[in-house]
């Protein structure tokens, strides 16, 4: 099992990374983790090299993430909400599914063998809503190739509790971990 992780957090002991850890003990086989706050994917400049051309014209670290898109069996965005939107930096990273939105819508291509599995968790302590961030995350999973949605893991009181520490959180993870880890 192969599993792509794209973390919008920019704390590397925050709480959505703390959730990270524990979802990651739980899966079998290869995890690529993409931390959005690392600087190493630039945004879609929309030059739209992806119009006509395979790929992306800009050539950093995404490269290796659309190979691994390509044969992976599950896809997680796990996020703080901010304003009861992913991050900025996570926005940014993701703006680069670009490129697999237009293979699709003008080359006509047809990406991804298999339907991967997805999963989101969200993490925040305001008084805002998680729904807005949900259905962005569920959107760019759909663009990433998953047809399989996990139930959304959530947790909205970190200004007050470590969400680390919430027994119910961390069983809804080593559940999740569980089925990601589950052939098909």
């Given amino acids: 099992m192969q599993t792509l992780i794209f973390n919008g957090s920019p704390r590397k002991n925050g709480d959505t990374t703390s959730l ?3 979802l990651t ?10 931390d ?15 119009w006509e051309q395979p790929g992306c014209a800009i050539q950093d ?7 691994f898109l390509e044969t992976c069996d599950n896809v997680v965005i796990a996020s703080p909400v901010y304003f009861s939107e992913l991050t900025g930096p996570l926005l940014s990273v993701l703006s680069r599914l670009q ?16 339907d991967k599995r997805g999963l989101c968790i969200l993490v925040g302590g305001g008084d805002g809503s998680l729904s807005k961030a949900e259905g962005t995350a569920k959107t760019l999973l759909r663009q990433m190739g998953t047809r399989d949605l996990l139930p959304l893991i959530a947790f909205h009181d970190t200004n007050r509790r470590t969400a680390a520490k919430d ?9 999740a971990a569980e089925a990601l880890s589950t052939p098909r």
């Fill in 36 to 50: 959005a706050y690392d600087g190493l994917i630039k945004p879609c400049i929309d030059c739209r090299y992806c």
């Fill in 20 to 22: 990270l850890t524990l």
């Fill in 61 to 67: 670290r995404m490269q290796e993430v659309y190979r």
């Fill in 167 to 175: 027994l119910v959180l961390q069983q809804q993870l080593f559940a």
């Fill in 25 to 34: 003990e739980g899966l079998s086989g290869e995890v690529l983790r993409v």
């Fill in 99 to 114: 490129a697999l939105y237009c293979a699709r819508a003008f080359r006509g291509e047809t990406l991804f063998g298999q």
